[in-house]
C-alpha cells in the first residue's frame, strides 16, 4: 500500500486566496483525521470523519475552514479566504477503526505559506 | 478539557538510556500513545498502553499509571537516528489528542 497520500506538499498563496489540501486514505480504513501542526500549537486534530461522515469539527478554528470526504478514497480540506496566521503543516491521517489501540498513519504533509 | 504535559527539550548522550514523561488531565480515554516525527517528516506511531504498566518494543519501551495520570517513553541504547520529536497521545472517543512533544537531542 502506498500509504496516506497528500496533496500539495508545498502551497504557498497570497491572503485571501482559497487554498485546498487534498488527502487519499489508506484504502480500507474507515477514519480520516485532519491536522494542523505549529510549533506554538502543536499538532491540534481540526476535524475527523468515519465512513465519510465527518463526526468532530469542534477543532476547525473558524467558518473559513471546511472539510468534505465525498467517497472512501478522497478527503479535502478548504480554507477561504486564507490568511497568514493558517501558515502551518496540514497532516491528513488514516486509521482502521478509529481510537482503541489503532495507530494512526500520517500522510507526509502540506507545507502551507500564507502571504 | 484535555491537557498533555511533555518537557519541550530533553538531552541525552549517544549509547545511554532516556526517559521522556507525560502527564495528562483527562479521563476516560482508551489508551496513551506515542509518535516519533523527525524534522520535516509525518509523525509514525511507536506505541500503545491500554493497561497500566511497561509495553516493550526493541529498544523503546512505553509505561502507563492511570493512578498517576503519568507516562513515560524509555528509549535504551541511544542512537543519532533517535534524534527526533516525541509526541504522547490520548485516545478518547474516536478522537486522538497529542502533546506538544519532546525534541531529543542526542550528543555523540
Known amino acids: 500500500d502506498a500509504g496516506v497520500i497528500q496533496s500539495p506538499r508545498h502551497e504557498v498563496t497570497e491572503m485571501g486566496q482559497e487554498v485546498t489540501l487534498r488527502c487519499k486514505p489508506i484504502s480500507g480504513h474507515d477514519y480520516l483525521f485532519w491536522y494542523r501542526q505549529t510549533m506554538m500549537r502543536g499538532l491540534e486534530l481540526l476535524i475527523y470523519?468515519?465512513?465519510?461522515?465527518?463526526?468532530?469539527d469542534s477543532g476547525m478554528p473558524e467558518d473559513r475552514f471546511s472539510a468534505k470526504m465525498p467517497n472512501a478514497s478522497f478527503s479535502t480540506l478548504k480554507i477561504q479566504p486564507s490568511e497568514p496566521r493558517d501558515s502551518a503543516v496540514y497532516f491528513c491521517?488514516?486509521?482502521?477503526?478509529?481510537?482503541?489501540?489503532?495507530?494512526?498513519?500520517f500522510g507526509s504533509g502540506t507545507q502551507l505559506s500564507v502571504l | 478539557g484535555q491537557s498533555l504535559e511533555q518537557p519541550s527539550e530533553v538531552t541525552a548522550v549517544e549509547g545511554a538510556i532516556v526517559q521522556i514523561n507525560c502527564t495528562y488531565q483527562t479521563s476516560g480515554f482508551y489508551g496513551l500513545s506515542w509518535y516519533q516525527q523527525h524534522d520535516g517528516g509525518a509523525p509514525t506511531f511507536l506505541s500503545y498502553n491500554a493497561l497500566d504498566g511497561l509495553e516493550e518494543t526493541g529498544r523503546f519501551s512505553s509505561f502507563l499509571s492511570r493512578s498517576d495520570s503519568y507516562g513515560y517513553l524509555l528509549l535504551q541504547e541511544l542512537q543519532m537516528k533517535d534524534s527526533a520529536s516525541y509526541f504522547c497521545?490520548?485516545?478518547?472517543?474516536?478522537?486522538?489528542?497529542f502533546g506538544k512533544g519532546t525534541r531529543l537531542h542526542i550528543l555523540p
Open positions: 470523519f468515519n465512513n465519510n461522515v465527518p463526526i468532530d
Open positions: 497521545a490520548v485516545d478518547r472517543d474516536d478522537k486522538i489528542i
Open positions: 491521517a488514516s486509521s482502521l477503526l478509529g481510537a482503541k489501540n489503532e495507530k494512526l498513519f
